[in-house]
C-alpha cells in the first residue's frame, strides 16, 4: 500500500494541473505594440515612391564594375611586369 503522504503529494500535483488550466486566457494575450515596441507588425519607415531603388541598384553595379576593372587592369600590369623580369632572368644575355 502507498503512504499516505504520497497520496497527498499526488493530489496536490493534480490539482494544481487541473487549476492551471482553468486561469484566465485573456491574461496571456500579446500586449500591444504601443507599449513593447519589439512585438506584433513591423512599424518601420513606409515605401517612398520618390526613390527608384532599380536605378540606385544600377548606379551601385556599375561602380563596383567600374572599381573592379581598374583592380584587374592593376593586377594584369603587374603581372606581365613579373612576367618581363622572369624572361630577363632565365635570358643568357642579360647581365646580371
Known amino acids: 500500500m502507498v503512504p499516505r503522504p504520497v497520496w497527498f503529494i499526488l493530489g496536490l500535483g493534480i490539482l494544481t494541473t487541473i487549476t492551471g488550466c482553468a486561469v484566465d486566457p485573456a491574461r496571456?494575450?500579446?500586449p500591444s505594440p504601443g507599449i513593447?515596441?519589439?512585438?506584433g507588425a513591423?512599424?518601420?519607415a513606409p515605401y517612398?515612391?520618390?526613390i527608384d531603388y532599380e536605378k540606385k541598384i544600377d548606379e551601385e553595379e556599375s561602380a563596383y564594375r567600374q572599381q573592379r576593372s581598374a583592380q584587374?587592369?592593376?593586377q594584369e600590369l603587374k603581372y606581365q611586369q613579373w612576367e618581363q623580369e622572369r624572361e630577363r632572368a632565365r635570358d643568357p644575355?642579360?647581365?646580371r
Open 72 to 74: 584587374e587592369r592593376e
Open 42 to 44: 513591423y512599424q518601420g
Open 36 to 39: 513593447y515596441g519589439h512585438y
Open 48 to 50: 517612398e515612391p520618390r
Open 93 to 95: 644575355r642579360w647581365e
Open 28 to 30: 496571456y494575450e500579446t
